[in-house]
């Protein structure tokens, strides 16, 4: 299928009346435990009550005992068509009954390892040089820590702020804490050569885990969320050095582009999703819905379905708005959005994610004649945008998959090789544990024609080793399936026909893709169990990230107990001195 209309958010029909919406939503109930219940139903949000009118609840029912499982003849795991979002454990026979402390390795070398944790769930990453040395920069929110990594073989902690996990979870006392209006935002750091200094920009987004569990009981929380106290949007550092006494904070913005200069707490929409796109140039790219109207989703704890904005970063002291894509199916109140919301498959089952995660996947940076960005978008599937005029984004393609819930369905795509090869890497990452989902394939897709993209086929799913005692990593406990990568950038050049995915706890797997008929897993390293260092309700999350130097051909993995340097020959030799060239480039 092929979409070539682009909506503005500003062209929108006339609202449709608000009228006691919260007393007419449909549901029926089911027999799953963690179905809401109509009794239970407390809704005051006017977009909540909005996007939820629009269908009957139709959340999965649990599967059937025996409908999914561990096949006894292949030794292979069938996974359910599709479940509840269930943050539980939901265990199946043949599952292990402990947690499996073996390591398993292929083609790989273990070069350090840093019993170190920031937070056992989720982190980001950015390495930047300075004056002859290396930095990593490890953190979530209001949780940080800075390495140097000069040596990968000697990396020595240097600043420490927020909170350290460890056996019984994160330490009482934060070190160094951040005001409750701040934290550190997923950045991105580039060289800007008009100023001739690393320009840093962190992406600021509402908190949904640990605040909102249901936006439909949860009236509290949503309000809550819609008047965060902290930005919505970006800010702009000037870097003079690696630690946070050295930045100057040059430009902050918010992402509610019709209210600029809106005060924290009456800012409205998403803030900036996950990371910035932006390659030290003129043009930055983030993901953000604007405003509440962009309301329609289904999962239960995110109040936005974002779209994509581009931003003049000419002058990164002074970042201007200069364009909002929206696709169908996210607004709430506007006919033409509410129908193709409706015709969606998934509309009613209470799970999907819908709307942008991450910002434009985009190969060649537009100032360096770029013309495409990719765009996964969850439940509404996957987006060839043109970039060309950063001031009037516009959408090539449009490529639907079948409904994979829970999970994830699109989050992430790996552009590494699409110049060479015309090929994409898309895919979405499991929710649930106990591989109580649907698994989540990586799919590949063709935009040789970028008006014409099509599925090729898909990336081998990974397989335990014959020495380990289970034959799917399902029985493994924990989430299975692929996250990402790596980042937008990272230090010298991708490797040809090489995609190195974090698989949560099948750890990292390298997949060879120079045959895309038949692609291969090449290497792998699948970390132990740690039941010492985590605490038992983070065990599930097993590896969450890989970052990859490939000026250095290393791999840096990061768990839920540490974080583990490693080399492979697919990558090359490895290297433990300085690089040559500096990181970001200076271009």
């Known amino acids: 299928m092929t979409e070539q209309t682009s909506y503005s958010w500003r062209n929108i029909l006339k609202p449709l009346a608000f009228s006691s919406i919260a007393a007419s939503v449909l549901l029926t109930t089911s027999a799953c435990a963690e179905q809401v219940d109509a009794k239970d139903i407390n809704i005051k949000d006017k977009w909540v009550a909005r996007a939820d009118s629009l269908s009957v609840d139709k959340t999965p029912p649990d599967p059937k005992k025996g409908s999914y499982g561990m096949n006894k003849k292949t030794g292979e795991f069938t996974h359910p068509p599709a479940t509840r979002d269930y943050h539980g454990n939901y265990t199946f026979d043949g599952e292990l009954d402990y947690w499996d402390t073996e390591q398993y390795i292929k083609n790989m070398k273990i070069e350090a390892y840093y019993p170190i944790t920031v937070e056992p769930f989720h982190t980001w990453q950015n390495i930047v040089d300075f004056d002859g040395r290396r930095y990593l920069y ?90 965060s106290n902290h930005l919505k949007g970006f800010k702009v550092y000037e870097m003079n050095g690696p630690l946070p006494k050295d930045w100057k904070l040059i430009a902050e913005r918010t992402t509610d582009v019709e209210h600029p200069d809106a005060p924290i707490g009456q800012q409205q929409g998403s803030g900036v999703r996950d990371l910035p796109a932006y390659f030290g140039g003129d043009t930055m790219y983030v993901a ?54 409706k015709d969606n498959v998934r509309v009613g089952n209470r799970t999907s994610w819908m709307g942008a995660r991450m910002s434009l996947f985009i190969p060649t940076p537009v100032e360096q ?162 039941t010492e260092r985590v605490v038992s309700y983070a065990r599930g999350n097993l590896s969450h990230s890989v970052y990859i130097e490939y000026d250095r051909n290393l791999f840096w993995l990061f768990t839920n107990h540490g974080i583990y340097v490693l080399s492979s020959p697919v990558l090359g030799e490895p290297s433990f001195d300085m690089p040559k060239e500096v990181w970001p480039p200076r271009k």
């Open 138 to 227: 490890q953190y979530v929110r209001r949780d940080l820590k800075i390495f140097d990594i000069t040596n990968p073989k000697k990396a020595e902690l240097l600043l420490t702020r927020g909170h350290t996990w460890g056996a019984n979870g994160a330490d009482e006392v934060a070190q160094n804490p951040y005001d409750e209006t701040d934290m550190f935002g997923a950045a991105s750091i580039q060289w800007n050569k008009k100023l001739g200094k690393n320009i840093m920009v962190q992406g600021f987004e509402v908190r949904r885990f640990g605040l909102l569990k249901n936006k439909r009981t949860q009236p509290d929380k949503v309000e809550a969320i819609r008047k």
């Open 288 to 341: 953000a819905a604007p405003d509440a109207s962009y309301a329609l989703t289904e999962y239960p704890n995110d109040l936005y379905s974002a779209g994509y904005q581009s931003w003049d970063m000419s002058d990164p002291a002074n970042p201007k708005f200069l364009d909002q894509l929206t696709v169908p199916g996210q607004i709430a109140f506007d006919e033409e959005h509410e129908k193709a919301f």
């Open 369 to 530: 004649g770029g013309k495409y960005g990719y765009a996964a978008m969850g439940g509404l599937g996957f987006y060839v945008v043109d970039i060309t005029d950063s001031k009037d984004l516009k959408v090539v393609s449009h490529l639907n998959f079948a409904p994979s819930v829970a999970g994830t369905e699109g989050d992430f795509i790996d552009v590494s090789q699409v110049e060479k090869t015309g090929i994409v890497y898309f895919s979405g990452y499991p929710l649930n544990e106990d591989c109580f989902e649907p698994y989540k394939d990586v799919h590949m897709i063709d935009v040789n024609d970028p008006k014409k993209p099509f599925k090729i086929g898909v990336l081998p799913r990974p397989k335990p080793p014959a020495d380990a005692k289970f034959t799917d990593f399902c029985q493994r406990r924990g989430s299975f399936g692929p996250k990402r990568t790596g980042y937008y950038t990272q230090p010298g050049t991708p490797k040809d026909n090489i995609l190195p995915f974090n698989f949560y706890n099948a750890g990292l797997q390298v997949f060879d893709v120079s045959d895309v008929n038949n692609p291969e897993i090449t290497a792998y390293f699948v970390p132990p169990f740690n």
